[in-house]
């Protein structure tokens, strides 16, 4: 019976945990989608004729997938700092790569950039607080 009962527990208590985990996981599911919608966007927004804010769009969206699923299987703090970094970056390429003039990539850049970067820091300030503890 004791055998039972500490199996049920520790069933009931993994699940929870796992529930938990997930539920804290959000920012990096978030960064996913945008990563996906920053890699498909220069062909949606009609600018993926090979500029270079086109190129732009694609390489920092497939770090930023490959970041935001690393960090879903194991959290490292630097993960989240270079989309932090990312995410300034984005809001500062339009002026670096001369698209700024360019309504549509601009803003896709900067606004994708700002939820990005601001996810990723709150993913990092989570952890550093203590709130968010992922096993």
């Known amino acids: 019976m004791r055998v039972l009962a500490r199996w049920i527990g520790a069933t009931?208590?993994?699940?929870?945990?796992?529930?938990?985990?997930?539920?804290e996981q959000w920012q990096d599911a978030?960064?996913?989608?945008?990563?996906?919608?920053?890699?498909?966007?220069?062909?949606?927004?009609?600018?993926?004729g090979g500029q270079a804010?086109?190129?732009?769009?694609?390489i920092v969206a497939v770090v930023v997938f490959v970041l935001?699923?690393?960090?879903?299987?194991?959290?490292?703090?630097w993960?989240?700092?270079?989309?932090v970094l990312l995410g300034i970056w984005l809001i500062l390429s339009p002026w670096i790569l001369r698209f700024s003039t360019?309504?549509?990539p601009a803003a896709n850049a900067i606004i994708v950039g700002i939820i990005v970067g601001v996810l990723a820091?709150?993913?990092?300030?989570?952890?550093?607080?203590?709130?968010v503890s992922r096993t």
């Open 79 to 83: 993960e989240e700092w270079i989309n």
């Open 102 to 104: 360019n309504s549509r």
């Open 68 to 77: 935001s699923i690393a960090s879903l299987a194991q959290f490292q703090r």
């Open 53 to 58: 804010q086109a190129w732009n769009a694609w």
């Open 121 to 131: 820091l709150w993913n990092v300030l989570d952890r550093r607080a203590g709130l």
């Open 30 to 48: 978030v960064n996913i989608i945008l990563s996906i919608w920053l890699f498909i966007s220069p062909w949606v927004l009609g600018y993926s």
């Open 12 to 23: 009931l208590f993994s699940e929870e945990r796992d529930v938990n985990r997930r539920s």
